[in-house]
């Protein structure tokens, strides 16, 4: 059975094609708190999560830890090093058990020269990643800070909630700092829209978990 067949970044390969990307990849797990990689260590591998949560973070002058990224089953992380054989510009520390497959840039370089159409479907593929990220950066900076904590909120639920009769639960143990560096904003002001939500009767929040009643009104705010 393909390892890789059902990650959507290698959908657009033939079957042909799936087989010899099986036969680079390495799969590894991690433990929860355990470094992938290191900021600034040389980029000769990037991992997709095959089960686990990720997160990418990246550290600033004051010494704090500024989150860049949250990353889920299927996410790519620092595929740019499969190309451009820099350093990792920021380190990927896992949320829980984490289970990656890993992909050596010295052995898909070969593979590629080799089959340089499957470097072009995966050239295809990243581009139009790179576009959804520059869109969504362009909506964060439109935006006042109740609409960046709401579009925040929207995101990690669709793609991390956990569905329960009424509600969506959040369980990724991020405090209101790490979700204010995530949107470029401060505690407080996370902090007093977080409340404003829970007057609403829009969320809870309760010991790192959030809790959504209402993820509609939450995509309204603009």
Wanted: proline letters at 1%; glycine letters at 4%; zero cysteines.
């Amino acid at each position: 059975m393909s390892i890789v067949k059902e990650i959507p970044l290698f959908s657009s390969l033939t079957d042909e094609e799936i087989k010899l990307i099986d036969q680079i990849v390495i799969k590894r797990t991690f433990k929860k708190g355990e470094y992938i990689f290191f900021e600034g260590e040389k980029g000769d591998k990037f991992y997709i999560i095959e089960a686990g949560q990720v997160k990418l973070i990246k550290m600033i002058a004051n010494g704090d830890e500024q989150i860049l990224n949250i990353f889920g089953k299927n996410d790519i992380i620092a595929e740019i090093v499969a190309f451009d054989k820099g350093n990792y510009p920021a380190s990927a520390v896992t949320m829980a058990k984490t289970r990656v497959l890993v992909f050596e840039q010295e052995k898909l370089e070969e593979l590629i020269l080799d089959n340089p159409q499957i470097a072009i479907k995966l050239l295809r593929e990243m581009s139009h990643r790179l576009r959804r990220a520059q869109e969504n950066v362009r909506d964060l900076a439109l935006k006042d800070s109740s609409a960046r904590v709401a579009g925040l909120l929207v995101f990690l639920a669709k793609k991390y909630g956990v569905k329960k009769k009424d509600k969506i639960v959040l369980d990724l143990s991020l405090t209101q700092k790490e979700l204010a560096n995530m949107i470029g904003s401060s505690r407080e002001t996370v902090s007093r829209v977080l409340g404003k939500f829970e007057a609403q009767e829009i969320i809870k929040t309760s010991r790192k978990k959030i809790y959504i009643f209402e993820l509609d009104k939450l995509k309204d705010i603009d």
